[in-house]
Antibody
Framework: QVQLQESGPGLVKPSQTLSLTCTVS??????????WSWIRQPAGKGLEWIGR???????NYNPSLKSRVTISVDTSKNQFSLKLSSVTAADTAVYYC?????????????WGQGTMVTVSS | DIQMTQSPSTLSASVGDRVTITCRAS??????LAWYQQKPGKAPKLLIY???SLESGVPSRFSGSGSGTEFTLTISSLQPDDFATYYC?????????FGGGTKVEIK
């Protein structure tokens, strides 16, 4: 059974770059033709989709974040990563990686546990 | 972006009640809608996909309906484990967007 685990610094300074990695276990990131997504949730607030990547490297980003976001994939490590540049306090959130239930779908049935990232000096 | 509006934002109900949550899209999304349940400190859990398809392992008291711009999630008989926050999400077009959430509280 596929599982996802986010990792990365829990504290990032303003104006710096937030970097997170999602490690896929229990299966290959390259199998099943899935797009792999990042989603975030500020404390007490709703969910915001950040973007997604296919194992070929093809990406889609949320236009509201597109200028600051880079999502990449490393199939040899069974991981995909998020970089968010020029962060501010508004980027403080729990960050989730997620996989849809079906290739060609974007209803997410597999989620990481989430990792809290605080932007503060 | 397609805006997703959920109502109500908070709902107080008792065990055994029938509960309905509404989600409206700012433009047609066909049936490309999912519903999630989220409990504090946990990742969302997929309940319904393609507006009305029940995810494997989800109790049959949960059901979804609708198409186009108006959708509902119904819990036929609220159970203690169902007190949580529920979100809708459209996946008709990018950016994927979520509703603001509906918190189901104990009355």
């Amino acid at each position: 059974q596929v599982q996802l685990q986010e990792s990365g610094p829990g504290l990032v300074k303003p104006s710096q770059t937030l970097s997170l990695t999602c490690t896929v276990s229990g299966g290959s990131i390259s199998s099943g033709s899935y797009y792999w997504s990042w989603i975030r949730q500020p404390a007490g607030k709703g969910l915001e989709w950040i973007g997604r990547i296919y194992t070929s490297g093809s990406t889609n980003y949320n236009p509201s974040l597109k200028s600051r976001v880079t999502i990449s994939v490393d199939t040899s490590k069974n991981q995909f990563s998020l970089k968010l540049s020029s962060v501010t306090a508004a980027d403080t959130a729990v960050y989730y990686c997620a996989r849809p239930q079906l290739s060609g779908s974007d209803a997410f049935d597999i989620w990481g546990q989430g990792t809290m990232v605080t932007v503060s000096s | 972006d397609i805006q997703m509006t959920q109502s109500p934002s908070t709902l107080s109900a008792s065990v055994g009640d029938r509960v309905t949550i509404t989600c409206r899209a700012s433009q047609s999304i066909s049936s490309w809608l999912a519903w999630y349940q989220q409990k504090p400190g946990k990742a969302p859990k997929l309940l319904i996909y393609k507006a009305s398809s029940l995810e494997s392992g989800v109790p049959s008291r949960f059901s979804g309906s609708g198409s186009g711009t108006e959708f509902t999630l119904t819990i036929s008989s609220l159970q203690p484990d169902d007190f949580a926050t529920y979100y809708c999400q459209q996946y008709n077009s990018y950016a994927l967007t979520f509703g603001g959430g509906t918190k189901v509280e104990i009355k």
